[in-house]
């Protein structure tokens, strides 16, 4: 499995991005996926997460109601959709396949930068 995240960038404080994690591989469509994120000096943080169907959504309490998981099976890929985007939401964010729901990880890909300026 590989994973590639792309749509980072930098945009003012209220601005939207979306971001894209395309996956390889024929499994996708029956693997849980999640976004984390980790800023400078910070730990790895936990951002959103979503089943194989895309029936059950998680988001941290930090970006609910802002970010939006989802995903096409079609097309092997993975979103977050970011809203009212702030400076503290700068990071790199990672998405990552689910080994065991709800929180065991196995694959990341490599990260793409989202820089939020004031």
């Known amino acids: 499995v590989q994973l590639q995240a792309s749509g980072g960038g930098s945009v003012q404080a209220g601005g939207s991005l979306r971001l894209s994690c395309a996956a390889s591989g024929r499994t996708f469509r029956v693997d849980a996926m999640g976004w984390f994120r980790q800023a400078p000096g910070k730990e790895r943080e936990f951002v959103a997460s979503?089943?194989?169907?895309?029936?059950?959504?998680s988001h941290s309490d930090s970006v609910s109601g802002r970010f939006t998981i989802s995903r096409d099976n079609d097309k092997n890929t993975l979103y977050l959709q970011m809203n009212s985007l702030k400076p503290e939401d700068t990071a790199v964010y990672y998405c990552?396949?689910?080994?065991?729901?709800?929180?065991?990880?196995?694959?990341w890909g490599q990260g793409t930068l989202v820089t939020v300026s004031s």
């Open positions: 990552a396949k689910i080994k065991r729901w709800p929180a065991t990880y196995d694959y």
């Open positions: 979503i089943t194989s169907r895309g029936h059950v959504k």
